[in-house]
């Protein structure tokens, strides 16, 4: 029977969410008395617990919404995207986790600055800086335009009521009450992804073996098409992007750089990267699962869905939540939800505000105090969370805002990977050199996706969006390195000048 209306009792549980994760970071409120506990808790958090944050934090709102719909719309083909992950996993613990745990206080971006220069630097954190804080807003937009459609409720109070409650457990509860959180979120996460496939196969006149077999059918269940095209997505693009997309995360994002550095020790560092990895990946499958057999439960149910839905596939899983998820278990899920948001936005608030005191505060302020490096910092996290919640009104009424954003990170971010490989796998590549290579891999950028637009490819090769950035690495790190043997011939970098 369908439901259509969110009830008292839903309402009440997700109020009770709220309330659970403002009441359980400020538990840590009284420990936040540097910089030290409020950014590394002291490097002693347990690795289960930072690898289960780090799988809340990658996993956001879009997630939970947008898998569902590719899969829903097209197949399962989208899923060759994490094929590579656990490779980009294993280089990371090989490479990156030993070089960050030893050479790095904070910032994911001091390495660049040790290798190439205080403009290497910048160029990193000013990347992360834009591409984050364009992504929360963002990402709190489409939450809040998802929750509204199925609640009725005002999207503007909804903005205001999550970006208001994430504000206040970061400010409060620093990266130990954020962690704490994300694992109490990571839960809630999957269990409603969980929930909701049991009640697609088991709530409808049909048995799970029916629609299972609808969906085989439709070839829903179609994981990998050879056919290769430049223009097109399909499996080649997907796996390459994969890699360069999760690698590039776990490499320059502080986010997760600074996860790598929470716990006391190398070998639990490493467990929270395989946890973490091992958890993207299941739920990247059960969200996908979750579109396709989605397809089967309203196909063999005609007019259960509205039509205008097959035309809006992100909006379907949430339209399933809304009207067939039974009372009670609809506010669990949509609290499920809420976590995928929440827990990355906070992430990004406590991680944006490292930067900008480990990156610039500290180096204006030499003399500064610990007291007013530790004010600065929880200062940071209510300017930036209320810029995000203004940013994200705006998009309601600039639609198109969320996709605008989306471009600009892929123009912004561009390259940053292969200046990181750069760093630490060539000796022979001088600032001058990976200077070069990130302005070719700019120029090549820019003229590939401007020149894509409305079909103009102004000679170039009319490349699927999706290959850009792994090219853009690919420039960077060729053109970096030999430059680097032309402009600077005979450069050998000091490993010392890392310490």
């Given at each position: 029977m369908e439901k259509t209306v969110l009830t008292v009792f839903d309402a009440v549980i997700i109020i009770f969410y709220f309330v659970f994760i403002i009441w359980l970071a400020a538990r840590f409120r009284r420990r936040q008395k540097d910089t030290g506990h409020y950014f590394l808790a002291d490097k002693n958090l347990p690795g289960w617990a930072v690898g289960m944050s780090m799988f809340a934090t990658i996993i956001s709102s879009w997630s939970f919404v947008a898998l569902?719909?590719?899969?829903?719309?097209n197949d399962l083909?989208?899923?060759?995207?994490?094929?590579t992950l656990m490779l980009s996993a294993y280089l990371t613990?090989?490479?990156f986790i030993p070089l960050y745990r030893k050479k790095i206080k904070l910032s994911a971006y001091e390495f660049l600055e040790k290798r190439f220069g205080l403009t290497a630097r910048i160029y990193g954190n000013l990347a992360f800086l834009i591409v984050h804080f364009g992504k929360m807003s963002a990402i709190l937009y489409l939450l809040s335009m998802a929750v509204s459609s199925i609640t009725g409720w005002d999207i503007y109070l909804l903005i205001a009521s999550i970006g208001a409650a994430t504000i206040l457990y970061t400010y409060f509860g620093g990266i130990e009450g954020v962690v704490w959180s994300d694992v109490m979120q990571g839960i809630l996460l999957l269990a409603s992804g969980i929930i909701a496939l049991f009640?697609?196969?088991?709530s409808a006149p049909f048995t799970a073996d029916e629609i299972f077999n609808h969906a085989y059918t439709a070839g829903k269940f179609k994981l990998i098409s050879w056919e290769f095209s430049w223009g097109k997505p399909g499996f080649y693009v997907f796996v390459f992007f994969g890699f360069n997309y999760f690698f590039q995360k776990y490499v320059s994002d502080q986010t997760v750089v600074q996860r790598f550095l929470l716990s006391p020790t190398q070998k639990k560092a490493k467990t929270a990267l395989w946890l973490s990895s091992s958890i993207i990946i299941f739920v990247w499958i059960l969200f996908m699962s979750?579109?396709?057999?989605?397809w089967a439960f309203y196909d063999l149910q005609p007019g259960l869905l509205p039509e205008a839905f097959y035309k809006q596939p992100d909006a379907v899983f949430p339209y399933f939540i809304g009207h067939q998820i039974p009372?009670?278990?609809t506010g669990l899920i949509l609290s499920g939800l809420l976590a995928a948001t929440m827990s990355t936005l906070s992430s990004d608030l406590n991680s944006l505000s490292a930067i900008l005191l480990d990156d610039y505060y500290i180096?204006?302020?030499?003399?500064s105090t610990e007291k007013q490096q530790f004010i600065?910092?929880?200062t940071n996290v209510l300017i930036s969370g209320g810029l995000a919640v203004i940013l994200a009104m705006g998009m309601t009424e600039i639609k198109s805002m969320a996709d605008a954003a989306a471009n600009f990170v892929a123009l912004i971010a561009g390259g940053i990977l292969g200046m990181y490989l750069l760093g630490l796998f060539s000796k022979r590549c001088s600032p001058k050199g990976v200077y070069s290579g990130l302005v070719t891999g700019m120029v090549f950028i820019i003229w590939t996706y401007v020149g894509n637009q409305n079909g103009h490819h102004w000679g170039a090769i009319p490349l699927n969006t999706l290959w850009i950035g792994v090219f853009a690495n690919v420039i960077v790190l060729i053109t970096g390195y030999f430059s680097s043997r032309v402009l600077t011939p005979g450069y050998l970098y000091d490993e010392e000048k890392l310490n």
């Open positions: 569902p719909g590719k899969a829903f719309k083909q989208y899923l060759m995207v994490i094929s613990a090989a490479y009640f697609i196969l088991y979750l579109g396709a057999l989605l009372t009670g278990l180096k204006i302020r030499k003399n600065f910092s929880r």
